[in-house]
């Protein structure tokens, strides 16, 4: 087979041995599964916890029998017993690579399908083209690109021998925003499994796509939706002190944030490149720019990226101090006269000597002679 490295040669492995060995001891396989059903061993296996009231958890609990309904490899919510998500179409589907590239393949609940009564409870496909090699992974997007928030959903692998790594990526308009990944080392039943949850990286998409290093046999149900939190980004970022080369800003801290950062562009440009600050802790509240050019004008923003308040903030235009002449030396004298020199002033409109009695800082105007 050519699954998660898997050995060609172990051709009874997974699909091949749930679907045709199990046919040829089905009586004694049912027997079991009664007994197991009476005691309770296996009620519940497979719930994912519902991480708040308003949210909604797609349980799909049978085939889809409406004619073409699932023959284009696309399920939704509402369809095969599951609940009509309202103001929401999900959309779930197998892939072919992690681009999420549909693979137009009939679903089908594993358990209810043409009575297989395998004990599958998971969304997947039993198309005879993957008996032996399995696919990718699978998808879910909404409909219309709406946003959506996904807090967790049963994962299940109808053929793996071993757990296997998934990863699982978050989407919004076409930009990754969320990835995590998790280990199928549970066994509810008779199929390597997990009941996933994810952080609230996910809360804000219209995508998402999870999937192996190799491909496999992969099934999936008990999808938790609920509403997307949209992040508000923070609004009083501010200049609290200056100099001719740094700025200082203030901001109330961001929540749930991974990364923050400070943006800079000359003034009204639009160019923005991040500004040299050290690092910023996410949590933080204040932070100084440095290298600046002195009486220059530029723009600045926060950056946050994830937690509730990602985005840019409100812009700050902050025009830096001027930088006096500091190389202003006495370099020659006489009983009547003395000579300075300096550094040329950059775009100075006037320059001027004054003079005044040694500690007195009674300054005046001097005779000077141009030099």
């Keep these: 087979m050519s699954k998660l490295n898997a050995n060609p040669k172990s051709m009874t492995k997974g699909r091949i041995y749930i679907h045709t060995s199990i046919r ?3 009586k004694v396989l049912r027997i079991m599964l009664c007994v197991l ?3 309770g061993g296996l009620l519940n296996i497979q719930q994912v916890e519902v991480v708040s009231a308003a ?3 797609v349980t799909f609990n049978a085939t889809e029998i409406s004619p073409g309904v699932w023959d284009d490899g696309i ?4 369809e095969g017993g599951s609940l009509n998500i309202p ?3 999900l959309q779930v589907y197998n892939i072919s690579d992690t681009s999420g590239s549909l693979i137009p393949k009939r679903l089908v609940h594993g358990h209810s399908y043409s009575n297989q009564m395998d004990f599958f409870n998971a969304l997947t496909t039993y198309d005879e083209s993957f008996n032996f090699t399995g696919w990718k992974g699978m998808g879910l997007k909404s409909a219309d690109q709406s946003e959506f928030q996904i807090n967790g959903f049963f994962y299940s692998n109808y053929g793996a021998e071993v757990p296997i790594p998934i990863t699982v990526d978050g989407y919004r308009d076409g930009v990754k925003v969320a990835t995590a990944s998790f280990l199928s080392d549970e066994m509810p039943g008779f199929y390597y499994s997990k009941n996933v949850m994810l952080n609230a990286d996910f809360d804000n998409v219209d995508r998402v796509l999870f999937y192996s290093g190799g491909t496999s046999w992969h099934g999936i149900n008990n999808i938790v939706i609920d509403s997307a939190v949209v992040p508000v980004p923070i609004t009083d970022f501010a200049n609290t002190a200056k100099t001719s080369n740094s700025a200082t800003f203030g901001w109330t801290a961001a929540s749930g944030a991974t990364d923050v950062k ?3 562009s000359p003034v009204g440009a639009n ?3 991040t500004a040299t600050t050290g690092a910023i802790a996410v949590n933080a509240t204040n932070a100084t720019v440095t290298g600046l050019s002195a009486a220059t004008s530029y723009d600045f923003r926060l950056v946050v990226t994830g937690g509730a308040n990602a985005g840019n903030s409100n812009r700050v235009s ?9 190389n202003f030396a006495n370099n020659a004298k006489s009983s009547t006269s003395a000579s300075f020199s300096w550094t040329a002033a950059s775009g100075a409109t006037d320059v001027k000597i004054e003079q005044s009695p040694v500690s007195t800082n009674t300054f005046f105007l001097p005779e000077v002679a141009p030099g």
């Design 55 to 57: 949210s909604s958890t």
């Design 271 to 273: 160019s923005w490149t």
């Design 24 to 26: 040829s001891f089905k």
């Design 262 to 264: 400070i943006e800079q």
């Design 87 to 89: 103001n929401l179409t």
């Design 318 to 326: 902050v025009t830096t101090e001027v930088a006096p002449i500091t």
């Design 75 to 78: 399920a939704e919510d509402g």
């Design 37 to 39: 059903l009476l005691s």
